[in-house]
């Protein structure tokens, strides 16, 4: 069981290309703001990556894209640990050895992989293997706490199902990991489709999504293109012709941080949704522009992007490599003069 001082938390993202206001508000905002309260490991998770289809230099470019960001984004090397999957070598292997004890149907029945195998003509082996990668990523490091949007939450529960299987068979080893969901922001809705989830995958699609890096007037178009009702009441509700509103209102309330009642209140005098819309787009802007800058300094300083992912890797894997030393140990394997 967990035995570190601070709750343990660990998290994971993909650097795939175009990263949202969802994958802001739901996820990376989050990592940013409790950086202090707990020991946080971020991991950009280009091994995942790699279970669809990649063009080798598309992906290279997008994992320096993906540091820049999350640096730009607020989260400090001297307060987390920010790396990449693929430089800690336990993560793969724990992969392996994890898969020896994981009952191919609990896999077959994750949705994810129904719902992305049923889109790819050939389905991957490391598709339907992924949940196992997640598990070890976040096993290795003893988590406690794993930060993740509603969509991650079968997987994360899953982690926590092989961690007890593992525990029962070899007695107590593994901390049970639990998904946090943020209560705002845990799933932000398409802007052209308010009734399905924002997505990288048609982040490229006019009107469905404002990316990190849009610029103010690109923002701006897509939000007052956001699709709404023919009403004009600007209030929260789960009425299906709501979500639309809804949604926006969702997307206010998560970049100011003030309550449900307190962001009515803000829009109790708006002249209709186009007044909604320009209002939102305003804090967006004001959100995104000074990640935008430093997005810049970043990307203009390749040197200090390597620095920042060596430091990560070395502290990461002074923690993973320990773990799966004492991992193949208890499952049988002999353990090797010096590690
Ligand atoms: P992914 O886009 O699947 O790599 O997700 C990265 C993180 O963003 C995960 O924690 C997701 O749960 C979260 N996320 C993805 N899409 C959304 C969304 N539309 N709303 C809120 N969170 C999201
Ligand atoms: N599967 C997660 C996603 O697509 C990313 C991820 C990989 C992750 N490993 C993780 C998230 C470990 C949390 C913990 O969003």
Known sequence: MSTHARPRVFSGIQPTGGIHIGNYLGAIKG????QDEKENY????DLHALTVPQDPAALREQVWMMTALLLAAGLDPARCTLFV????????????LLNCITPLGWLQRMTQYKDKSARHETV?????DYPVLMAGDI??????EVPVGEDQKQHVELARDI???FNHHHGDFFTLPRAVIPEIGARIMGLDDPTAKMSKSLAHVEGHAIRLLDPPKAI????????????REIRFSDAPEKAGVNNLLAIYK??????????????????????????????VVAELAPLQARYAQYRADPAELERCLARGAAQAAAVAEPKLAALKARMGLVVPVGG
């Not at 991957?124 to 339907?128: A, R």
């Open 31 to 34: 990592w940013v703001a409790r």
């Open 42 to 45: 971020f991991c950009i998770v």
């Open 85 to 96: 999957q693929s430089h800690v070598r336990a993560h793969a292997e724990a992969c392996w």
């Open 124 to 128: 991957l082996t490391g598709l339907l």
């Open 139 to 144: 096993l290795l490091y003893d988590t406690d």
């Open 163 to 165: 961690a007890g299987r």
């Open 220 to 231: 701006e178009r897509a939000l007052k293109r956001a699709v709404t009702d023919s009403g």
């Open 254 to 283: 998560a970049i100011t941080g003030r309550s449900a009642a307190e962001v009515e209140d803000d829009f109790a005098t708006a002249r209709g949704y186009g007044d909604l819309k320009q209002r939102v787009a305003d804090v």
